[in-house]
């Protein structure tokens, strides 16, 4: 039997890491698709909502942490099946503000029933929630140091 090393372990990890969060992912998209909503379109409205009057396209870019190119891209999906309004700003020309619709708001409202994360971490005692909560943000602390980029996590919601 082959001795595994370091290393094989922590890859080991990072993949259980990555299969937890695309089952998990996977079943909030189950849940979320009779509203015709996608996860990271909830998470947009989420940030935009909390940015409120002075969402941009490149602010959201960096509350989700990822390429301005793919959030433009999914700004306007978003636009087109009416969950988010682009308008110009006045007083910057180039500027353009990003703010949801009625349509929009209510696909949030709906999204909120989040069932399916209640039940993946309801198999988690208190204890376990806080241990993994620590863990997790000293592992996505460690990750954006070493890419060197500065990171602000998206709002959590309030309720």
Request: one cysteine or more; glycine letters at 2%.
């Amino acid at each position: 039997m082959k001795n595994i090393s370091p290393m094989d372990e922590d890859y080991n990890l990072w993949v259980l890491l990555h299969q937890t969060t695309d089952a998990a992912l996977r079943a909030r998209q189950k849940e979320l698709d009779q509203f015709d909503i996608s996860v990271i379109e909830v998470g947009v409205l989420l940030v935009i909502q909390a940015i409120g009057e002075k969402a941009t396209p490149s602010e959201i870019s960096r509350r989700i942490f990822r390429e301005p190119h793919s959030v433009s891209a999914l700004l306007n999906r978003m636009e087109k099946k009416g969950l988010v309004r682009k308008t110009q700003d006045l007083d910057r020309k180039n500027l353009v503000r990003v703010s949801i619709t009625e349509k929009g708001q209510q696909a949030y409202d709906k999204s909120t029933r989040r069932k399916s994360i209640y039940k993946i971490i309801s198999s988690l005692s208190e204890e376990e929630r806080q241990q993994l909560r620590s863990c997790l943000e000293k592992l996505r602390n460690k990750a954006f140091k070493e890419l060197t980029v500065e990171y602000k996590p998206p709002p959590l919601p309030q309720y």
